[in-house]
């Protein structure tokens, strides 16, 4: 970047500058000043640079600088007059050699007595937004969040200080100074108050997941939460051995970012892809499947070879493609899936880039997988079979998923076919000049889907929220988002983890309004069980938040 270069040469001149003038003072104007010199010795001392803030969009500042003095002794002073600025106790903490914290006056003081005064920088963090944020260690390097990501920005350069030491250790005088240059504040996509709410509403849940929640129309991540979350403010000046193992042997894993670098069986929320997938390659809309609450795979030999269960276990009845996505009937998609086949599931999964990094501006996301017979010969060195296309076709079996692959899937959907970039940068606001730097939206992936694909499916995710009737013909989200004044486009999940002890985890991606998308919400909550009753609930109250901020600020 520009800025870097100015910071470079500044700094290089500035070192020239110190140099020239060590070598005339040293050198050229020895024999003149061949006394005083004896008496002295000429040092540098580097200056430390103030770390760049980060803010939120609304001005929120989550991550800052305080600024400390600290005095030390290196050789003889005038004991009195410290005394007389310190009090007793701390002159002879001073006099002993320790590093004395001071205030500004106090330092102001002190420095006319020849004791050498240090500020120091301290990283301070809000206790919001923790995992986008990161964290600095000891040394102030940036090791996750943002903090890492954009390290080099928020670090700012160095300053030196050209200094005379008597022999005695007194600081004589301040030749040259080279002030440092204050790294740059970054200005991120979170709204502090989405972000609030939706760190609250995971609390109370009770339950470890996480929520994001991202503009459709740009990619901005408005609020990004994991649970349970951590105190940034303990790394800062370093921890023991003992309390760094119980933070990353705990079992609930509060440093992992559960949004990028965490994988779950994606469940029903998956279904829409196998939507886009069928309407895509057949010309045969009106397929319908008498659902009975279960599915019997019969092989070439007549003999029933599996039984897979509906989650409604009286069955939905008859139920078409719309109906199928708005009760989530798990029957209809295993028969989808059979019809579809893995290649042609799997090729659509690949076209979506459902299981491919997003590469969203932050450190730590990992990629989740979509199975294909080859992968599974690789991986397990075994044979596909019909039991595990079956299982894909909602969402389980080998499939998992990061939370921010699927809301990319959604992007692709809410967009009709392209899907922005998701970060979380707004701006860089350069100490050197006023212009700040403002992130530009950017195109992930453009694909190809009909107009007429889209509107189907549309049509059907909004039947999620506002379809009611019998259970067996009700919105998997209806009870959520019954009298919600906005159409919202949504999907429900329940996804099975594999261990018949534990509860499933809760799904919900919703995209509003549906006619004319701003904002996609995505819930996932672990063991939470069904996605209707758990991860949707949730979401509409996020919804209810957004929706009050954009009457009251116009979002």
Same mark, same amino acid.
């Given at each position: 970047?520009?800025?870097?270069? @100015?910071?470079?040469?500044?700094?290089?001149?500035?070192?020239?500058?110190?140099?020239?003038? +060590?070598?005339?003072?040293?050198?050229?104007?020895?024999?003149?000043?061949?006394?005083?010199?004896?008496?002295?010795?000429?040092?540098?001392?580097?200056?430390?640079?103030?770390?760049?803030?980060?803010?939120?969009?609304?001005?929120?500042?989550?991550?800052?600088?305080?600024?400390?003095?600290?005095?030390?002794?290196?050789?003889?002073?005038?004991?009195?007059?410290?005394?007389?600025?310190?009090?007793?106790?701390?002159?002879?903490?001073?006099?002993?050699?320790?590093?004395?914290?001071?205030?500004?006056?106090?330092?102001?003081?002190?420095?006319?007595?020849?004791?050498?005064?240090?500020?120091?920088?301290?990283?301070?963090?809000?206790?919001?937004?923790?995992?986008?944020?990161?964290?600095?260690?000891?040394?102030?390097?940036?090791?996750?969040?943002?903090?890492?990501?954009?390290?080099?920005?928020?670090?700012?350069?160095?300053?030196?200080?050209?200094?005379?030491?008597?022999?005695?250790?007194?600081?004589?005088?301040?030749?040259?100074?080279?002030?440092?240059?204050?790294?740059?504040?970054?200005?991120?996509?979170?709204?502090?108050?989405?972000?609030?709410?939706?760190?609250?509403?995971?609390?109370?849940?009770?339950?470890?997941?996480?929520?994001?929640?991202?503009?459709?129309?740009?990619?901005?991540?408005?609020?990004?939460?994991?649970?349970?979350?951590?105190?940034?403010?303990?790394?800062?000046?370093?921890?023991?051995?003992?309390?760094?193992?119980?933070?990353?042997?705990?079992?609930?894993?509060?440093?992992?970012?559960?949004?990028?670098? +965490?994988?779950?069986?994606?469940?029903?929320?998956?279904?829409?892809?196998?939507?886009?997938?069928?309407?895509?390659?057949?010309?045969?809309?009106?397929?319908?499947?008498?659902?009975?609450?279960?599915?019997?795979?019969?092989?070439?030999?007549?003999?029933?070879?599996?039984?897979?269960?509906?989650?409604?276990?009286?069955?939905?009845?008859?139920?078409?493609?719309?109906?199928?996505?708005?009760?989530?009937?798990?029957?209809?998609?295993?028969?989808? +899936?059979?019809?579809?086949?893995?290649?042609?599931?799997?090729?659509?999964?690949?076209?979506?880039?459902?299981?491919?990094?997003?590469?969203?501006?932050?450190?730590?996301?990992?990629?989740?997988?979509?199975?294909?017979?080859?992968?599974?010969?690789?991986?397990?060195?075994?044979?596909?079979?019909?039991?595990?296309?079956?299982?894909?076709?909602?969402?389980?079996?080998?499939?998992?998923?990061?939370?921010?692959?699927?809301?990319?899937?959604?992007?692709?959907?809410?967009?009709?076919?392209?899907?922005?970039?998701?970060?979380?940068?707004?701006?860089?606001?350069?100490?050197?000049?006023?212009? +700040?730097?403002?992130?530009?939206?950017?195109?992930?992936?453009?694909?190809?889907?009909?107009?007429?694909?889209?509107?189907?499916?549309?049509?059907?995710?909004?039947?999620?929220?506002?379809?009611?009737?019998? @259970?067996?013909?009700?919105?998997?989200?209806?009870?959520?988002?019954?009298?919600?004044?906005?159409?919202?486009?949504?999907?429900?999940?329940?996804?099975?983890?594999?261990?018949?002890?534990?509860?499933?985890?809760?799904?919900?991606?919703? @995209?509003?309004?549906?006619?004319?998308?701003?904002?996609?919400?995505?819930?996932?909550?672990?063991?939470?069980?069904?996605?209707?009753?758990?991860?949707?609930?949730?979401?509409?109250?996020?919804?209810?938040?957004?929706?009050?901020?954009?009457?009251?600020?116009?979002?």
């Amino acid at each position: 970047m520009k800025e870097t270069k @100015i910071v470079f040469y500044i700094m290089y001149l500035s070192f020239v500058i110190l140099l020239i003038w +060590a070598f005339k003072l040293q050198v050229l104007e020895t024999e003149l000043h061949r006394t005083y010199l004896d008496s002295l010795r000429i040092v540098v001392r580097r200056i430390e640079a103030p770390r760049g803030r980060i803010m939120t969009e609304d001005g929120m500042v989550l991550a800052w600088d305080e600024e400390t003095f600290f005095a030390k002794v290196v050789g003889s002073v005038e004991a009195d007059a410290i005394e007389r600025i310190l009090g007793k106790s701390r002159k002879l903490e001073l006099i002993m050699g320790e590093e004395v914290p001071v205030t500004e006056a106090e330092a102001l003081q002190l420095s006319k007595y020849g004791v050498m005064i240090t500020a120091k920088y301290t990283r301070r963090y809000h206790p919001l937004a923790a995992h986008v944020v990161g964290y600095v260690d000891s040394s102030r390097k940036g090791i996750s969040g943002v903090e890492r990501e954009y390290d080099d920005l928020l670090s700012g350069s160095e300053g030196s200080e050209l200094m005379s030491i008597t022999k005695s250790g007194r600081v004589e005088g301040r030749f040259l100074k080279a002030p440092p240059i204050p790294g740059s504040d970054i200005v991120l996509t979170i709204n502090s108050q989405l972000q609030i709410e939706v760190e609250k509403l995971l609390k109370e849940s009770g339950l470890n997941g996480c929520v994001i929640v991202q503009s459709s129309q740009n990619g901005d991540i408005l609020a990004m939460a994991s649970f349970p979350s951590y105190d940034q403010n303990i790394f800062v000046e370093g921890m023991d051995q003992r309390r760094w193992n119980e933070l990353v042997n705990d079992p609930n894993s509060p440093l992992l970012n559960r949004a990028i670098s +965490a994988v779950y069986p994606p469940g029903s929320v998956i279904k829409p892809l196998y939507v886009i997938s069928y309407l895509e390659t057949s010309t045969e809309w009106d397929i319908t499947v008498d659902c009975k609450g279960y599915f019997d795979y019969i092989g070439s030999s007549g003999k029933v070879l599996g039984t897979y269960r509906d989650w409604y276990v009286p069955g939905h009845g008859e139920t078409d493609l719309r109906k199928a996505i708005r009760v989530s009937c798990n029957v209809f998609f295993y028969n989808l +899936a059979l019809k579809l086949g893995i290649e042609t599931m799997s090729r659509y999964a690949s076209l979506l880039m459902i299981d491919q990094l997003t590469d969203i501006d932050l450190p730590g996301e990992v990629k989740g997988s979509y199975p294909t017979p080859a992968w599974k010969m690789k991986k397990y060195g075994e044979q596909w079979y019909p039991g595990d296309t079956i299982l894909a076709g909602i969402g389980q079996g080998f499939i998992v998923l990061t939370p921010i692959e699927v809301l990319n899937f959604y992007n692709i959907v809410a967009n009709r076919g392209i899907c922005w970039q998701p970060h979380v940068l707004r701006q860089v606001r350069p100490p050197l000049r006023k212009i +700040a730097e403002t992130f530009e939206k950017k195109e992930n992936l453009v694909v190809s889907i009909s107009d007429r694909t889209l509107d189907f499916l549309w049509e059907a995710m909004k039947e999620v929220t506002k379809f009611d009737g019998k @259970i067996q013909e009700q919105g998997t989200a209806y009870r959520a988002f019954k009298d919600f004044p906005m159409n919202v486009a949504g999907k429900t999940g329940t996804a099975e983890t594999g261990r018949p002890s534990e509860k499933a985890h809760s799904w919900f991606v919703g @995209i509003a309004p549906a006619e004319s998308p701003e904002i996609i919400v995505l819930v996932v909550l672990e063991n939470g069980g069904s996605g209707g009753e758990t991860a949707a609930p949730l979401a509409r109250k996020i919804f209810d938040k957004w929706l009050k901020m954009r009457g009251d600020h116009g979002l």
